[in-house]
């Protein structure tokens, strides 16, 4: 599998670490059910066969944080983009 850095161009899967959906969102803690919020995210997730959205970093290019949207049936990598566009839109940055 070869994912095409925004910054790198495209790169063999070997150079990325997966971490993970990048849909989860963390818990507020102060919330009163913080414990069971923080449960599911850790412990609950989904197992999509299809187009999913993931976390990827280049840890051995660039050191960017990617999200990738990837068909985990077929490991086609449907779409790149850096991951801080995500969080920009949410006001995270
Ligand atoms: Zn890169």
Redesign the pocket.
């Known amino acids: 599998m070869r994912i095409q850095?925004?910054?790198?161009?495209e790169?063999d899967l070997s150079?990325f670490v997966y971490h993970g959906d990048a849909g989860v969102v963390r818990p507020d803690p102060h919330a009163a059910d913080a414990p069971a919020r923080f449960f599911d995210e850790v412990y609950l997730r989904s197992n999509p066969a299809g187009p999913h959205e993931e976390l990827w970093y280049?840890g051995s290019?660039?050191?960017?944080w990617?999200r990738v949207r990837r068909n985990t049936r077929t490991h086609e990598i449907l779409s790149v983009a850096f991951a801080n566009a995500g969080f920009a839109r949410m006001g995270m940055e």
């Open positions: 850095c925004p910054f790198c161009g790169r150079e280049h290019g660039c050191r960017s990617l």
